[in-house]
């Protein structure tokens, strides 16, 4: 089990900056792949960025060259480092935690709460 909590979000104008942060408990992030994931109001949610146990990283279109994930084990956290913001990033983001145990070939997802986050002026 993996107990995860986001802190960070806030209310932000455009062109401004805000690092998420997700915290671990319950077991250590460095076997888990980490996610940001985002939800709009009436939208579903979407995967924002991804880093796997190796370090590697893929973003969403929308956010490439603006956001920035990264993991520090030592600390079992998660943060998304977000730039140039923008009214459209605006919505819930969660932090999700994913392995698969490959004998089983059994996923285990593991959810934050969220946090919000809004871009206005």
């Known amino acids: 089990q993996v107990q995860l909590v986001e802190s960070g979000g806030g209310l932000v104008q455009p062109g401004g900056s805000l690092r998420l942060s997700c915290a671990a408990s319950?077991?250590?992030?460095?076997?888990?792949?980490m996610g940001w994931y985002r939800q709009a109001p009436g939208k579903q949610r979407e995967l924002v960025a991804r880093?796997?146990?190796?370090?590697?990283?893929n973003y969403a279109d929308s956010v490439k060259g603006r956001f920035t994930i990264s993991r520090d084990n030592a600390k079992n956290t998660v943060y998304l480092q977000m730039n140039s913001l923008k009214p459209e990033d605006t919505a819930v983001y969660y932090c999700?935690?994913?392995?698969?145990?490959?004998?089983?070939?059994?996923?285990?997802?593991?959810w934050g709460q969220g946090t919000q986050v809004t871009v206005s002026s």
């Open positions: 880093i796997t146990t190796g370090g590697s990283t």
């Open positions: 999700n935690a994913h392995r698969t145990v490959v004998i089983t070939n059994t996923p285990y997802d593991y």
């Open positions: 319950g077991s250590i992030i460095s076997i888990y792949a």
